[in-house]
């Protein structure tokens, strides 16, 4: 069975950091897209950064919004990928969720393309 579970939200002052994880059970990470995405209240899901393995090499995709600010990494051997949150603004706020698209191709922010979903963390920027 797929599953993905989401941890390491939490509240935090502007400017700070957080560091997301997403721990998949029941497939391989190697061979997926796995994407980070959040939700703000009243406000559609978006794509915030994924990661892909495309003919043996890791791409990378990040939304404008996060650019220089987070940092997406994978541990296959521990099947885990991390959303490292830097410069941390009270517009990051929102629900994050992590996602997994099957397959060796490029990734994006399109909600649509991913089959698998985590139920979400909290993250919450304020002072």
């Known amino acids: 069975q797929v599953q993905l579970v989401e941890s390491g939200g939490g509240l935090v002052q502007p400017g700070g950091s957080l560091r997301l994880s997403c721990a998949a059970s029941g497939f391989s990470m190697d061979y997926y897209a796995i994407g980070w995405f959040r939700q703000a209240p009243g406000k559609e899901r978006e794509g915030v950064s994924c990661i892909s393995s495309v003919d043996g090499s890791t791409h990378t995709y990040y939304a404008d919004s996060v650019k220089g600010r987070f940092t997406i990494s994978r541990d296959n051997a521990k099947n885990t990928v991390f959303l490292q949150m830097n410069s941390l603004k009270p517009e990051d706020t929102g629900v994050y969720y992590c996602?997994?698209?099957?397959?060796?191709?490029?990734?994006?922010?399109?909600?649509?393309?991913?089959?698998?979903w985590g139920q979400g963390t909290q993250v919450t920027v304020s002072s």
């Open positions: 996602a997994a698209d099957p397959g060796l191709h490029y990734c994006g922010g399109y909600v649509a393309t991913y089959d698998y």
